[in-house]
């Protein structure tokens, strides 16, 4: 993109010829196209079709004379299809993890067999032990005579009131 300051003259107040790359002079409002430029350089980048889906004269060059800045990655469906790719890329870094852990742990076991189980066997205890710590302990008493009789005093307790409230003493 090449600036013609010289062209500019009195026909064009407050706006700059930049040529095309075609070499058509095109009229632009200057805050505009300083924007424009220090949005994304005098050169610009050779992926900025990639990036905003067109050529950058279609966004620099508008009828109005005023650029059009776009918003980064405006074009859903590409980010969609960048979003699927990274997803299966870091599925299947995933699942091949996981696949080489499994073989791993595998030929470890057959190697030890013995001190295998017995890890085994000790991390299920201990998982075991903190589950029952987590849980209300209920004594015999708790259980057999104290559950009983607080369902026994609420059953009167609400079958009183309901008689009760029956009667009228007034």
């Not at 632009?28 to 990639?50: C, L, M, R, T, V």
């Not at 032990?129 to 059953?155: N, W």
Request: charged share 25%.
């Amino acid at each position: 993109m090449q600036n013609v300051h010289a062209e500019a003259g009195a026909k064009h107040p407050g706006k700059n010829g930049y040529r095309r790359e075609k070499g058509k002079v095109e009229w632009i409002e200057q805050s505009a196209a300083d924007e424009f430029i220090a949005k994304h350089g005098a050169e610009h980048p050779s992926n900025y079709k990639e990036q905003y889906g067109q050529d950058w004269e279609d966004d620099f060059f508008q009828p109005s004379g005023t650029p059009r800045i776009p918003a980064r990655n405006t074009d859903i469906s590409r980010n969609t299809e960048t979003v699927k790719r990274r997803s299966k890329e870091a599925c299947s870094d995933t699942a091949e993890e996981a696949g080489d852990f499994l073989a791993s742990a595998h030929e470890t076991i057959q190697r030890n067999p013995i001190p295998s189980v017995a890890g085994a066997f000790a991390l299920g205890l201990a998982i075991g032990c903190l589950m029952i710590s987590g849980r209300s302990q209920y004594t015999m008493k708790d259980r057999y005579i104290h559950a009983p009789l607080d369902h026994a005093t609420d059953v009167i307790t609400s079958t009183l009131n309901r008689l009760c409230g029956n009667f009228k003493f007034w």
